[in-house]
């Protein structure tokens, strides 16, 4: 066990835990964008920077990447963290001005009309997605791809995904509804990623498809069923 201070509370903690799950297991709030439970850290969107004293000195670190460790002294509310995600929030908004989860992350931090140039983006590049695809679905059908302000989200060399299974789980996983595989319950095919699948009608209803035929596949596949 490691024991540490956040926001002037002790907190003990299971060696190896983050800050930011600390911090939550002491019901201390920190935002966050592409932390998600089950996925890997990732560090991208850097709402959950927080400050960190040490020896006469503080360092804002984003909480979801570092390690808990005896004597660390945290505080996740200061002035400068408050600074920090505020200029986080209003660069998120510039990109993704008419992304619902956006517009309140930046109204919570008091930002209006961003003084950046507006895009119209849903994607605001947190990488969940693409991680849930590799360690959950174990596919690995997208990727980020390239650098800075050209940053997107795609299958492979931009052409329609060879490895996507159409499961849907990036959709489920994205916090801005930026993944549209379009409305499943009536369609015979639903387009994932540059592919098209059959959907699976319900066996018990006998009138809404819920999911494509290929995934059942797959499974079956990796089971070893067939
Ligand atoms: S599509 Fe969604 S989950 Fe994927 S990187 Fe963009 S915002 Fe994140
Ligand atoms: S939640 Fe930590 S960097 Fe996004």
Redesign the pocket.
């Known amino acids: 066990m490691a024991e540490l201070t956040i926001d002037n509370k002790r907190v003990r903690v299971e060696e190896g835990s983050t800050v930011l799950e600390t911090a939550r297991s002491a019901g201390i709030h920190i935002p966050t964008f592409?932390y998600y439970e089950t996925l890997s850290p990732y560090g991208a969107c850097r709402l959950c920077t927080v400050e960190v004293h040490r020896k006469g000195g503080s360092w804002l670190v984003a909480s979801c990447l570092l390690r808990a460790e005896e004597g660390m002294v945290i505080s996740t509310n200061t002035p400068r963290v408050v600074e920090a995600r505020k200029i986080l929030s209003e660069l998120l908004l510039a990109r993704c001005p008419n992304v619902k989860e956006v517009q309140k992350l930046a109204k919570s931090f008091g930002v209006g009309k961003p003084r950046f140039r507006l895009k119209d983006e849903?994607?605001?590049?947190?990488?969940?997605?693409?991680r849930a695809c590799r360690e959950i679905v174990k596919v690995g059908a997208i990727s980020?791809v390239n650098r800075g302000k050209e940053r997107e989200?795609k299958s492979p060399f931009h052409t329609p995904s060879s490895t996507c299974i159409g499961c849907g789980t990036?959709l489920y996983?994205?916090?801005?509804d930026?993944?549209d595989l379009g409305e499943i319950k009536l369609k015979e095919t639903v387009h994932s990623w540059g592919v098209d699948f059959e959907t699976r009608m319900c066996r018990i209803c006998g009138e809404y498809h819920f999911a494509p035929e290929y995934g059942f596949d797959y499974e079956e596949l990796k089971r070893g069923d067939s």
């Open positions: 592409c849903r994607c605001i590049l947190c990488g969940r997605c693409v980020l989200m990036c996983v994205c916090p801005t930026a993944v």
